[in-house]
């Protein structure tokens, strides 16, 4: 036999969010917004403007530090939706550029964002604040209230993906259910490459990896002449021959205009070929035939037949 529903089981109103997504909750001061969030989604999912604050100044009432929390609020909620998690922002929400900054990232991430709107009369509100501990005070909560009529006039324009009014009885009577929606791609700040983007080129002097290409695999490596050479004056120990000096030409292109380029000389312990302080000359290889190979001495030409 099917149970009849109850009055407040008939008058439930069922609200269906994507997780990841970004949920607002906007509101005078003591609209209900935080006992809402409580009652309806996990700790970690909320991310309280009042938390921010005390973590940012030790002081969650101190407003002159509403910068640095919000930023940290911010930072909080793109990275979870990096995580493809749900972000339910805990604050007031009545300035149109705060809301714009989570519009713009919800846009970026490609995630819906829904804005919870807390219809409270102020009267209720007041007395609200005043059984809380921590109280802001009547004069705050009157401005709060003014701000968020103009936000109900301006807010179904502004481009959410849901706006749910919730009046003063429907914060026990609401049924939300979260379906999990994966991002299909993180946008490029967080390190992922979009459709039409490609592998940046590497730098002319990286290699693949990244790394600089090593010095000595630039210079190809000196040729050495075989030990049955006869080392020549100018020949080190391991009969490597050592570099000969830079020609005039080497000279005058190094040398500042108008300068005179310095002659080459020969170090005065390594004196150069055919110096009198040998008295020898230089060996000179022969010159190579016309034919490439040297003709066998047994071999007889027309001439000496």
């Not at 109850?6 to 949920?23: A, C, D, F, M, Y």
């Not at 929390?69 to 998690?85: I, K, P, Q, W």
């Not at 693949?208 to 010095?215: E, H």
Request: charged residues 20%; contains cysteine; aromatic residues 4%.
């Amino acid at each position: 036999m099917a149970q009849e529903p109850t009055p407040n089981q008939g008058h439930e109103k069922r609200v269906r969010l994507v997780r990841p997504s970004i949920v607002l909750l906007c509101g005078p001061a003591a609209c209900g917004k935080s006992t809402f969030a409580q009652r309806h989604f996990r700790p970690t999912q909320i991310i309280s403007s009042d938390w921010a604050r005390g973590r940012v100044c030790d002081d969650e009432r101190d407003q002159r530090y509403n910068p640095q929390a919000f930023a940290l609020v911010r930072y909080l909620t793109e990275l979870r939706l990096g995580l493809n998690r749900l972000c339910v922002v805990d604050a007031t929400a009545l300035a149109p550029p705060h809301r714009r900054e989570f519009l713009e990232l919800a846009r970026r991430y490609q995630v819906p964002c829904v804005v919870f709107l807390f219809d409270v009369p102020l009267e209720k509100c007041i007395e609200r604040d005043r059984l809380r501990e921590r109280t802001v005070g009547s004069q705050v909560i009157e401005r709060h209230h003014l701000a968020f009529g103009q936000t109900k006039a301006e807010i179904h324009q502004e481009g959410f993906e849901q706006v749910i009014d919730l009046g003063a009885d429907d914060v026990e009577k609401v049924s939300i259910e979260i379906v999990f929606r994966p991002i299909s791609q993180l946008p490029a700040s967080q390190g992922r490459r979009g459709p039409g983007e490609s592998r940046p080129a590497p730098h002319p002097g990286q290699q693949r990896s990244g790394r600089p290409t090593a010095a000595h695999e630039a210079a190809p490596a000196s040729p050495v002449p075989p030990a049955s050479a006869p080392a020549g004056p100018g020949a080190g120990p391991s009969g490597s021959v050592a570099p000969s000096a830079p020609s005039p030409a080497k000279i005058e292109a190094r040398t500042t205009p108008g300068s005179a380029p310095k002659p080459a000389s020969a170090a005065p312990h390594e004196p150069a070929p055919g110096s009198p302080a040998t008295g020898r000359a230089a060996p000179v290889a022969p010159p190579p035939s016309s034919q490439g190979t040297l003709q066998s001495p047994s071999v007889k030409t027309p001439s000496q037949s």
